[in-house]
């Protein structure tokens, strides 16, 4: 059980339904409590997702295995 619940009642940002944040709802809906936290976690997400030679796929099987490893929920 998470010791800060998530917010369903703050809402969130439109973006927040793109592919790139569509696995992280409970996440972004527990920092919402913390908009400006919430923003940030956004723009860093988006950047690291985004941008660089990795292809977005890799990132993308590289954070599900990082959770698996982790035994967190993706």
């Not at 972004?28 to 956004?42: L, S, V, Y």
């Not at 030679?53 to 982790?70: D, G, H, M, Y």
Request: net charge negative.
């Amino acid at each position: 059980m998470p010791r800060i619940q998530p917010d369903d009642s703050i809402p969130l940002p439109p973006n927040i339904e793109s592919a790139s944040f569509a696995t992280m709802g409970t996440l972004f809906r527990t920092m919402a409590h913390r908009p400006a936290i919430m923003q940030g976690a956004m723009q860093l997400l988006e950047a690291a997702m985004r941008t660089g030679t990795v292809e977005p796929e890799l990132k993308e099987l590289l954070a599900i295995r990082v959770s698996q490893v982790n035994n967190c929920f993706y």
